[in-house]
């Protein structure tokens, strides 16, 4: 008969090897999971904002674009997103991921690419609204597949560095459009923009094609990059690990409508999905802030898209700071609401002063504030409303669905006659990130409430139950 571990003199206690186990295992995710999507997002968000540098190029005029052509052409992009979001995500549960995300990756990029060969605005809407279409199962579909292989405590940070992806993106973006603008442009007849599209869309197809043997399936699944990277233990163990860090108010039905109807129902989703928009919504600068650096008169198209990068860099390092505080405490609505009083402040600060050292200061808190917080309500939403998959991958695409209005509507905002201060926009984003502080506080108080709820139930049976992260 074998002997358990814990009755072998000299072995460790079967608590300390268990947890040796779980370092090892996401380890092992973090090494080959993460840098993959982390990869794809960026290169997601490249292509979609290619747009904001191409319009210190010849874009405009080489397209005709008069009036709000251009930001309607920022707009439609999320009208295909969100009528993607959620049919994508009701299949997820039914496919392999590993498959599913790469191909769409592989999809946009060429709908990115084909950008180039647009000549005209009528031209432009019909690939940017296929490309909000091609790019909608990315993101919400990666963050259920986190949400399937780490625990509440790691999520928050694994999100927060998937996150770092989008904000790097952004940053990298200026700084490759100088390059490319300053060495390509006019080589083989094509104009700057054009080539930046071009390349940009190469590069995220190679990596959609990677992340066909990388990404892994779910923890339950005997296909994907889990079948090679883990043995037959650590699967196991990732599927215990995961049923055991649910909040106990599990059910088993796995219909993917009753899914949707639990989701759709549930008043804590609207919430959250309030918080995102408002979110979003302060953020509608994103498609402009180049725009807004070039009206600060530094000196050439060149360096005013260098200078676009250092506000983004420092959001990234603050992103993963606030990240890493929230998992450490436990704490999600603080970490939300506290970063958005930061935008707040950035955003009045550059209404209030002329000084362009000031505004440019002014572009690192509400930069830094808006990325730092948005990543966390995404980790937030995920370990709240999470009865079954079913419903997890359901109000994750109804969360991500509804603030996707923040990005619809926010480039309406930003008036081509009140560029480049943007006065007006920059007085919506400080009511919004307000609206985002009140959502947290509500949200942290109907949490509350039902963490008391939960605690009532298991009274006396001896049982602690898993609690709501607040």
């Given at each position: 008969m074998a002997v358990a571990k814990e009755d072998m003199p000299g072995s460790p206690p079967i608590g300390v090897t268990s947890l040796a186990r779980e370092r090892k295992l996401v380890r092992k995710l973090d090494a080959t999971l993460m840098p993959m999507v982390w990869l794809l997002y960026l290169v997601n968000y490249l292509d979609r904002n290619n747009?904001?540098?191409?319009?210190?190029?010849?874009?405009?005029?080489?397209?005709?674009?008069?009036?709000?052509?251009?930001?309607?052409?920022?707009?439609?992009?999320?009208?295909?997103?969100?009528l993607m979001q959620l049919p994508s995500n009701m299949i997820l549960t039914r496919v392999r991921p590993s498959l599913w995300i790469s191909v769409w990756v592989c999809t946009w990029s060429c709908i990115s690419a084909s950008t180039a060969a647009t000549h005209n605005f009528s031209g432009l809407i019909a690939v940017r609204f296929m490309l909000g279409i091609a790019e909608a199962p990315f993101f919400p579909g990666v963050y259920y597949l986190l949400s399937c292989w780490y625990t509440k405590k790691e999520l928050a940070l694994r999100i927060a560095v998937l996150y770092s992806g989008l904000v790097l993106a952004t940053a990298f973006s200026g700084l490759l459009a100088a390059g490319i603008f300053s060495?390509?442009?006019?080589?083989?007849?094509?104009?700057?923009?054009?080539?930046?599209?071009l390349i940009e869309g190469g590069a995220s197809f190679a990596f959609g094609l990677a992340g066909l043997f990388i990404l892994p399936d779910f923890p339950a699944s005997?296909?994907?990059?889990a079948t090679w990277l883990l043995s037959e233990e650590e699967r196991q163990l990732a599927i215990d690990r995961i049923a055991c860090d649910q909040v106990s108010n599990q059910e088993s039905n796995n219909s993917v409508w009753y899914g949707l109807k639990l989701a759709a129902l549930d008043f804590r989703v609207w919430v959250f999905a309030f918080i995102l928009c408002a979110n979003h919504t302060a953020y509608g600068f994103n498609n402009f802030f180049p725009t807004i650096v070039n009206g600060f008169n530094l000196g050439s198209r060149t360096v005013t898209l260098l200078c676009t990068a250092p506000p983004y860099l420092v959001g990234a390092i603050i992103s993963f700071l606030v990240a890493y505080s929230s998992d450490k405490v436990g704490e999600r609505g603080y970490h939300i609401s506290i970063p958005m009083g930061?935008?707040?402040?950035?955003?009045?600060?550059?209404?209030?002063?002329?000084?362009?050292?000031?505004?440019?200061?002014?572009?690192?808190?509400?930069?830094?504030?808006?990325f730092s917080a948005n990543s966390i309500v995404y980790s937030w939403a995920a370990t709240s409303v999470s009865q079954t998959p079913e419903k997890r991958a359901c109000a994750g695409a109804i969360i991500n669905l509804m603030g996707q209005l923040g990005n619809?509507?926010?480039?309406?905002f930003f008036s081509s006659q009140d560029a480049p201060r943007y006065i007006k926009a920059m007085i919506l984003m400080i009511g919004f990130s307000i609206a985002s502080m009140l959502g947290c506080f509500l949200m942290k108080w109907v949490l509350t409430r039902d963490n008391k709820r939960l605690l009532k139930e298991f009274e006396g049976s001896g049982r602690t139950p898993n609690l709501l992260t607040l």
């Open positions: 747009i904001a540098q191409a319009k210190l190029d010849t874009f405009e005029k080489d397209l005709g674009l008069i009036g709000d052509n251009f930001n309607i052409a920022v707009s439609i992009l999320n009208v295909g997103y969100m060495g390509l442009s006019g080589v083989h007849g094509l104009a700057g923009w054009r080539w930046l599209f005997n296909t994907g990059a930061v935008a707040a402040i950035g955003f009045i600060i550059n209404v209030s002063v002329s000084n362009v050292p000031a505004q440019y200061f002014s572009s690192f808190l509400y930069i830094s504030g808006c619809i509507w926010s480039p309406y």
